[in-house]
Every structure is written in structure tokens, then in C-alpha cells.
């Protein structure tokens, strides 16, 4: 599954609904975040009026909230730099959502980019929030050594009160993705035109992942001590 089919499944869900795109793949970050930067700039894309339905209707159908969200802090500003580098306009959240921010912006009517840490996300505490007229696109850009942590974050995806779509961009070169990514791994990438088109989804390799990362963090006694980058994490906590 492509970029173009991750953009227009959006419009078919139905409203509440959840779904988990398999992730996207690029050989580096360098190549990520360029196409990365295309898919955001789709999705906040305004399309024309359609005849017999006013500017405030067509917004209020078509408004999209976007969530770019980084386990680790290093990726976090490496993104907000690249958003700046292009010109593209976002806020930050910088702690858990409460039920004030949801007030203020449930009906929102534009197109919003939020930048955020995944922690802030996870411990956002749900009660009867209103129901967001726009679809909440939840990106992530890496995944953590613990796969509990990317649970949390898809938990809290599926408690948004929103039609939800979730998908992860990462790079082979990422430091978690090192035992995952074998020569079969590479070969199937390649077939899929990785080196082409500089990103593919895969649904057989998102499996992959969640398989070793399950396993290995199995053979952890406990919680990794949190650091600033993936590299960092494991020099810090060591690779099981």
C-alpha cells in the first residue's frame, strides 16, 4: 500500500473508526523526511467547495488535525526543524491533553498540524470529550525498543473521539530496526521499489517488527531508563 492509497483511504472511514496503516519505509532519514513532508502537506491540504454547500460546511466535512509524534526527543526537534525548514506551520502540545483542549477544539473548521512527544499523548486521560468534526491523523516518526510504549500511543489512537488514522514512518537505518532488517528484509523492500519511489508500506515487515521487539523485550527484567535518542537508549539499557 502507497502514499496515494494511505491518503484516500482516509475519506472511507467511518465516523469513530480506528485504523493502523502498516508502516512506511525509507533507506534513510534523509529520505523520510522529504516524503514525510509530502504526505503532511496533502493532508492539510484544503480541496475545493463543492456546489450547494457553503465554505463553513466544506471545511467543518474535510478539516484534518494532524499529530506528528516522536518517542524521543532528538527526532521531536529534528522534525521541527525540518517543519520550519519548509515553511509548513504547526503548534506544539506539551502536555497531556485535558478536557479544555478538547472543548476548543473540537469543532475545529481548518487544518492544524500539532507537533508533540509520544508521552504526552499516552497519558491523556479520556472522559466524555466532544466529538472532533475533523479527522485526527496520528503520525508517528519512530518506533521505541519498547513495544508497550507504541501500545499506549495506538490505545490512545483508538480512544480519540474522532475518525483515527495511524501510521509510523521510519527509516532502515534507525537504531531499533537493526535486528529486524536482514538481507530477505532488504530483498522485499527492493522488489517493492523502495530505492524508486523512496517509501513503501509494508504489512508483512510491520509484523516482523512487533515479532522481535515483543521478544526482546521479554528478556528485559524491567523499564529502560528514558534518554534522548534511540542510540542513546541503547548504549544506556543495552540490547537484549
Known amino acids: 500500500m502507497g502514499i496515494l492509497e494511505f491518503l484516500s483511504n482516509i ?114 486521560t479520556f472522559g466524555d470529550n466532544p466529538v472532533f468534526r475533523s ?11 519498547e513495544p508497550f510504549r507504541d501500545a499506549a500511543l495506538e490505545q490512545f489512537a483508538r480512544d480519540f473521539p474522532a475518525t483515527t488514522r495511524m501510521g509510523y514512518f521510519l527509516a532502515l537505518e534507525d537504531r531499533v530496526l537493526h535486528p529486524v532488517i536482514n538481507e530477505t528484509t532488504l530483498t522485499v523492500l527492493k522488489q517493492m521499489g523502495i530505492e524508486d519511489q523512496g517509501l513503501v508500506s509494508s504489512s508483512i515487515i510491520s509484523k516482523r517488527i512487533n515479532k522481535v521487539l515483543a521478544r526482546k523485550q521479554k528478556q528485559r527484567t524491567g523499564e529502560g531508563t528514558p534518554t534522548d535518542s534511540a542510540e542513546d537508549w541503547f548504549e544506556l539499557n543495552g540490547d537484549a
Open 11 to 124: 475519506s472511507l472511514l467511518k465516523p469513530l473508526s480506528f485504523q493502523r496503516h502498516p508502516d512506511s519505509f525509507a533507506t534513510t532519514r534523509v529520505t523520510l523526511y522529504e516524503k514525510l513532508l509530502e504526505v503532511v502537506g496533502t493532508l492539510i491540504q484544503q480541496p475545493k467547495r463543492p456546489e450547494g454547500r457553503s465554505q463553513e460546511q466544506s471545511l467543518l466535512s474535510t478539516a484534518s488535525t494532524v499529530f506528528i509524534a516522536a518517542h524521543f526527543p532528538d527526532e521531536f526537534f529534528r522534525v521541527q526543524n525540518e517543519l520550519q525548514r519548509h515553511g509548513i506551520e504547526y503548534q506544539f502540545i506539551t502536555r497531556p491533553l485535558d478536557s479544555q483542549w478538547f472543548t476548543d477544539n473540537a469543532d475545529r473548521s481548518t487544518n492544524v498540524i500539532y507537533l508533540t512527544l509520544a508521552e504526552f499523548l499516552t497519558e491523556t
Open 135 to 145: 479527522t485526527l491523523n496520528l503520525i508517528v516518526i519512530d518506533r521505541h525498543p
